[in-house]
């Protein structure tokens, strides 16, 4: 069961889509550590809710749709 923290990460991936791991984290992080939001966004990839790629020095992220399936974004090469 997802708290309101991972609500609101997964809510930031969704309206930012193919932002860095770092981009998305950072207004949380008054709240938990970095290392905890990371790895936070590892279990939200490991149970399929969302995708990285890892681009140069930086790990995008990207949402899936409710069946797990890439994104329009994701699909059309936005990264």
Not at 22 to 42: H, M, Y
Request: glycine share 8%; hydrophobic share 35%; proline share 4%.
């Amino acid at each position: 069961m997802l708290d309101e923290l991972d609500q609101e990460l997964l809510r930031e991936i969704a309206r930012n889509p193919g932002a860095s791991v770092i981009e998305v984290v950072r207004p949380f992080l008054g709240r938990k550590s970095l290392r905890a939001l990371r790895d936070r966004i590892g279990s939200f990839e490991h149970y399929g809710l969302i995708r990285t790629k890892k681009q140069r020095y930086r790990v995008r992220v990207f949402p899936r749709d409710r069946g797990g399936a890439q994104t329009s974004e994701d699909e059309e090469g936005r990264i």
